[in-house]
T-cell receptor, first 115, second 112 residues
Framework: DQQVKQNSPSLSVQEGRISILNCDYTNSMFDYFLWYKKYPAEGPTFLISISSIKDKNEDGRFTVFLNKSAKHLSLHIVPSQPGDSAVYFCAASAFSGGGADGLTFGKGTHLIIQP | DAMVIQNPRYQVTQFGKPVTLSCSQTLNHNVMYWYQQKSSQAPKLLFHYYDKDFNNEADTPDNFQSRRPNTSFCFLDIRSPGLGDAAMYLC???????????FGPGTRLTVL
């Protein structure tokens, strides 16, 4: 029973265009959501997060949108750059900050930015 | 640079032979976590320490144990590794239970 789902194992986007990565969740108790980026042979790196009291959070080229009624969030990267090629994990927590109860991860989406 | 370090990066062990994975941190974070990630799967929380308090996930097998002798170090012990325990093991830390988790590079465990 996957509580966090990333239905696209991979996504290919042209350099300069917008990348949109999607994530769905089933647990209504989740109140904090994070995106992590992972390069090969490295651990996940925190990218951006959003609390359930917000519907949007922006940090430079990265924006996360949260639709609580649909239990859906998305990560927008614009413009996409070659260095954005990585696996992106969506994660959720039932405790703000993703702390004591740990994070529930999706399986990840491999983003490939094509020149 | 403050960071989360995992040693070794690659570990090979034999079926049934105990193995210990190590995690250290220079962030002085209070919480340390261990996740298991199998191929093409999501990372899955095994357990975590909040200071000296150990918190085990309900579905973590008894074969997996952990020790945290001090703030900086946390160990994952697999008492009798099976073929199904081959995975990437990720260590993470956070300043408090409400703060963002930061991950180490992981240890890839192979069981022969």
């Amino acid at each position: 029973d996957q509580q966090v789902k990333q239905n696209s194992p991979s996504l290919s986007v042209q350099e300069g265009r917008i990348s949109i990565l999607n994530c769905d969740y089933t647990n209504s108790m989740f109140d904090y959501f994070l995106w992590y980026k992972k390069y090969p042979a490295e651990g996940p790196t925190f990218l951006i997060s959003i609390s359930s009291i917000k519907d949007k959070n922006e940090d430079g080229r990265f924006t996360v949108f949260l639709n609580k009624s649909a239990k859906h969030l998305s990560l927008h990267i614009v413009p996409s750059q070659p260095g954005d090629s990585a696996v992106y994990f969506c994660a959720a927590s039932a405790f703000s900050g993703g702390g004591a109860d740990g994070l529930t991860f999706g399986k990840g989406t491999h983003l490939i930015i094509q020149p | 640079d403050a960071m989360v370090i995992q040693n070794p990066r690659y570990q090979v062990t034999q079926f049934g032979k105990p193995v210990t994975l190590s995690c250290s941190q220079t962030l002085n974070h209070n919480v340390m976590y261990w996740y298991q990630q199998k191929s093409s799967q999501a990372p899955k929380l095994l357990f975590h320490y909040y200071d000296k308090d150990f918190n085990n996930e309900a579905d973590t097998p008894d074969n997996f144990q952990s020790r945290r002798p001090n703030t900086s170090f946390c160990f994952l012990d697999i008492r009798s590794p099976g073929l199904g325990d081959a995975a990437m093991y990720l260590c993470a830390t956070s300043r408090s239970p409400t703060d963002t988790q930061y991950f180490g590079p992981g240890t890839r465990l192979t069981v022969l």
